[in-house]
Nanobody, 130 residues
Framework: EVQLLHSGGCSVQPGGSLTLSCAVS????????IAWYRQASGKERGGVAS???????TYRESVKGRFTISQDKVKNILYLQMDNLKTEDSAEYFC????????????????????????WGQGTLVTVSS
């Protein structure tokens, strides 16, 4: 059974930094892709960043240059380093993993799959406010 357990959410001021982590277990050879999604109150869940088995990252436009996704393949931990946080980054953040590619680029725009993924983390709340 694939399981994702993440931590690291809290409240920060605008301009601050925060790192989320997600421990991945249950894959014999590791997932094809792992990703971070977020869901703000009253909005749909959307992809934030993903990374594939080769380490290639994909970011939504609004976080490029501010967020960094990385993975420790030995410890099977996914990270999301978030810098220069903005109030609009406030949301519940979820990690997700799948044995297939999670993201693709369509007409220059990253598209993140939301349905049918192997597993989701339980969510962690990030609040950016002064």
């Amino acid at each position: 059974e694939v399981q994702l357990l993440h931590s690291g959410g809290c409240s920060v001021q605008p301009g601050g930094s925060l790192t989320l982590s997600c421990a991945v277990s249950g894959y014999r050879t590791g997932p094809n892709s792992i990703a971070w999604y977020r869901q703000a109150s009253g909005k749909e869940r959307g992809g934030v960043a993903s990374i594939d088995r080769a380490g290639k990252p994909t970011y939504r436009e609004s976080v490029k240059g501010r967020f960094t996704i990385s993975q420790d393949k030995v410890k099977n931990i996914l990270y999301l380093q978030m810098d220069n946080l903005k109030t609009e980054d406030s949301a519940e953040y979820f990690c997700a993993a799948d044995s297939r590619p999670i993201s693709s680029v369509v007409a220059g725009t990253p598209v993140f799959t939301k349905n049918g993924l192997d597993a989701w983390g339980q969510g962690t709340l990030v609040t950016v406010s002064s």
